[in-house]
Structure formats: C-alpha cells, structure tokens
C-alpha cells in the first residue's frame, strides 16, 4: 500500500521499497518494531507536521487543585496541582565543603504528549481587560465614532504604546519547562493566583500516529523509516561480507550499510533546513 495507516502497512512498505518479496530483507520483527518507534520519535521531535500548537486550560482552585484540558481535544488530564511544599537537602562539594538549599516545587504536571511550552499568558493583566474603566476600553469608546476622520496610525501607536507599558510594568511570568520531567514551573508570586481563575499555557503538542493515521503516510516518515531499515539490513549482512551464495551471488553487506548512512545523513539535512521549526533566537 502507497500510503500505509498502520505500523504493519509502514513496515511492509519499506521493505517493499528494498526489494521484498523478490529479495529476502533479514531484518528481524522486533528490530523492524525498534526502528520504527526511532523514526516516529524522530518525526514527532523534529518535523514541522510532527506536532500541532494547542492550548492548555488550567483552573485555579482553592485546594491547589487543578485540571488541565485541551482546548483542541477530547478529554481530560488531572494533575497533582500546583504544589507550593519546600524541600530541603544537602549538597557534598569538593573536599568537605556542604552547600545547603530549599527548593520550592512550584509546579503544574503537564501531559506525556506536550513536548515544549512558548508560554503562559498573563494572569494579572491590568492595561488589558474587560473592565469598563480600563484604558483600551476607553479609548476604543471615545474614538470608535471617529474612525472616519481620524488617522489609523495614531491610533495604532497609542495601542502600540500602550502595549509597551503593559510589558514594561506587567511583563510576562517567568516559566521553567522540562519535558522529561514533565513540569511546569511557574515562578512568581502565588498570593496573585485567584481561585477559578484559569491559566492558559501555550504549547506544542506531538501526534499520536494512532489517533491521525496520516502520519504513517507522510514522505519524509516513510523514507527515513526505509533508509533505517536499510542500514539495519546492511548491519546484519556486514559480517557475511564477501560469502558467495549457491549461484555465484555474493553478500555486499557493509555497501547496503553505507547507502543507508549515506540516505539517513541526507533527509536528516533536508528535515534541518527544510521541514524543522527554526530556533526562536534565529527568527527575526
């Protein structure tokens, strides 16, 4: 099938592409399974398609308890809350020299499924609001009846301006993220953490192939997963190197071990400069 949906139709695809059924690929099932959670998470880590920008409600109660919910997904994740408990511990240093330190575990667990966090929109935002007395409601009121005599750029730098007061008095909370760990960190002052009030975190999120089985049909997934199969072929020929078959054959394993390299070094290139997401400090 040219476009496989399951793990099965992916694996058999590629060792289609490498020959089979006119060519034995002795690669054994449990290696073929292997390859392909590497090429999934590879997929899923660097490819552009691989994730979905999602976000993330987190409501505030009195208890410190929470739940978390997709704002684009069916269900939802219950974490522990944000705990607010310190630990305390020693740390040995060189010769005989003990550091003591506190740490507070000011955190919200986060989803397997969440790979990165740009960030968390304010919580106390006081220039932007839905209070009548604001000042962006005021001037949006006070101006809206004369747009049609009025410059739009004026009124553009006001909002700009405005904006920059906002980030200059209010600036963003300061967050700390993780993925193996699975926490966000979230350092700032909790007294100014209402009850019911949300928290909305902004994040990226892997695909599970299972949940969109167009995955497992994207070109670059099913070429990469073919040039690791290659290479794992190739690896289990390598030490048949030079043995002839009944028919003068002879096995060419580290050539097949080559190509794979050769094929696996090129699409990672291409991923880097064609399909990855550019660091934030690059983009500007």
């Known amino acids: 099938m040219a476009k496989p949906s399951t793990r099965q139709e992916l694996a058999e695809y590629g060792k289609r592409k490498l020959g089979a059924p006119v060519l034995e690929i002795n690669v054994a099932d449990e290696q073929i399974e292997d390859l392909l959670d590497d090429a999934i998470e590879i997929y899923q880590n660097r490819h552009m398609d691989g994730v979905e920008l999602m976000y993330l409600k987190h409501k505030i109660t009195n208890q410190l308890t929470d739940t978390i919910q997709a704002s684009n ?17 020693n740390i040995t240093g060189i010769g005989t020299t003990t550091f003591s330190y506190v740490e507070t575990q000011n955190y919200i667990q986060i989803p397997d499924a969440v790979i990165g966090i740009e960030r968390v929109f304010k919580i106390d935002n006081r220039t932007i609001s839905t209070n009548m007395f604001n000042i962006n409601y005021q001037l949006f009121l006070n101006e809206i009846y004369y747009f049609s005599s009025m410059e739009l750029l004026q009124y553009t730098m006001v ?38 009030d949300y928290l909305i975190i902004k994040c990226y999120r892997v ?17 990469y997963f073919t040039a690791l199969l290659k290479k794992q072929w190739g690896q ?7 043995v002839k078959l009944p028919g003068g054959t002879e096995l060419n394993g580290r ?4 190509d794979g390299v050769a094929e696996i070094e090129a699409l990672e290139s291409k991923m880097a400069n064609e399909y990855e997401l550019p660091p934030l400090d690059l983009i500007g």
Do not use: C, M
Request: charged share 30%; glycine share 4%.
């Open 73 to 89: 997904a069916e269900g939802a994740h219950t974490s522990t809350g944000i705990t607010t408990t310190t630990a305390t511990g």
């Open 159 to 196: 909002k700009r301006y405005l904006n920059d007061l906002d980030f200059i008095l209010h600036p963003d909370k300061q967050i700390r993220f993780n993925r193996r760990q699975n926490r966000l960190y979230l350092d700032t002052d909790f007294s100014s953490l209402k009850e019911d």
């Open 207 to 223: 695909l599970d192939p299972n949940d969109y089985p167009k995955v497992y049909s994207d070109p670059f997934l099913k070429k």
């Open 236 to 242: 289990n020929l390598i030490k048949f190197t030079g």
């Open 255 to 258: 050539q097949i071990y080559d």
